[in-house]
C-alpha cells in the first residue's frame, strides 16, 4: 500500500477522514503510525497529498487530516481490449493495468474465451472493485478505471470499436518480427487476444476495422504479463 | 506449452526423442496429438524445430522425431540483478525474466530481505529448473538462464559487480521521473531493488560503483511486473 486511498464515505469533516479494517490496520501495524505520523495519501478520483494521524482510537480506528498537494499521476494513453481471460488472470491483468495507469478497459468475448467464464463471481463489481483499489493504492493513483465486460464478438467490433478507438491507432498484439510502435504521443488502443489467439476470421475482422499487428517480439507471454510488457513499451 | 523442450536424456536415437509423464501428457491431452502431428519443439541449449509424433503407446509415452530447423530466440541484453523477493514472487520473477530472454540472473540480499526467505525449499536447485522449464516452454525458448544466489551485500557489490556488468551501464530501477534508457544497442546490467527499497547506504553504494538511477516513472509496481515492464523497455 504505496497510498492510503480515502473515500468520500471516509470523510468526517472537510479534511478529516476516519478509517476503520484494511486501511487502519496498515496504518496501525505495518506502518506502527501514532498521532503526528505522516503518510501518503490521496482522495478517490482527486488529488494525492498527505494524511497526518490525528488520533488511534481504542477499536482500532485511525483519524487523519488529508493535505491535498499534487494531480494524481498522468495517465496512460492506452484503452486496454482483452480478451476475457480465467478469471484469476483477469484480475492480475486488471492489477497490472491500473497500476501502469490505464483508465479504460474492455474485455470482451472470442470463440477461444471459455464460456464458464462470464459465470464466474470474480467478475462481479465487487470482486473487480477491490483490486482496482488495491492496485491504485499500490501504483499511488487515485483515478478509478472504467472497466467493462462485453460478449460478442462480432457487434462488438462492427459497430463498437470505432467510437471506443476515436480515430487513434488501434494496435493487435501478436507475437512476431518486432513492430517499431507509432510515433504518435497521442492515444492508443491496444487489442489483446485470448490464450491460443485470435481466429483467423476475428483477426481478419480487426483488421477491416484499422487494427494492425504489434509485436514486442517472438516470444509468448502469458497473458498478465504480456499486458505489463505491452504497456511498458506503449506507455 | 508453446514448444515442447527435448533433453539430452530424451534422445533414444539422433534425432528420435520418448517422452514420458508431463510432456506426453500435454502431447495427449491437450493437443490430443496422434502419429503424424507435428508440434513446435526444442533441444536443451540448442536448435528450434518440429517434433513429429511417430507413436502414443499404450503407457502414454510419446515418440517424436525431432528436426532442427532455426536457432532459439535471441536472448535479451539485460543481465539482471535483483534483491531476492519473497520465495513465491521469486519464481514469478524467474519465470517472467526467462520468458523474456534473460540468460543471467543473481539475487543478492539487502537489508530489507527477510532472512528467512533464503531457507525456503522454493530456492531449491530442482524448484528452480522446473519454474525455468516451464517458461522456456511458455516463451517456446531452449536456453537456461544461468540463475545464482548472492547474501552479503557489500562484498557482491564491491567485488564482483564490475566483473558482472563488464562495462555495460549499470541502472537501478528506481520509481520516480522518467528516465530515457541509455542509447546503446549492447548489453545492459538491470539492478531491481527489494520491496520497501535500497537503504540509503546500499543506494550509495551502488552508485559509487557506476550505478545509474532509471525510472519508468513515478508508479511503484510489484516486483514481478515492475522486472516485465523493465525487461520490455530495456529490452
New interface residues.
Partial sequence: M?LILLDDADFIGPNTARLTGRRAQHLTGQLKAGPGKICKAGRRNGPTGEGAVIAVDDDGSVTLEFTALSAP?PPSKVTLLCALPRPKTFHKVV??AT???VKRMIFFETYKVEKSYWQSPMLSPEAIAETVIESLE????TVMPEITLIRRFKPFVEDQLAAIAQNSPILIAHPGEVTVPPAAAGPLTLVVGPEGGFTDYELNLLQTRGGMLYA???????T??AV??????LG
Wanted: a positive charge.
Fill in positions: 504505496n499521476p492489477h497490472t497500476v501502469l495507469g499500490q501504483g499511488a493513483d514486442l517480439g517472438p516470444r509468448i507471454l502469458r498478465e504479463f505489463t510488457a505491452l504497456l511498458a513499451r
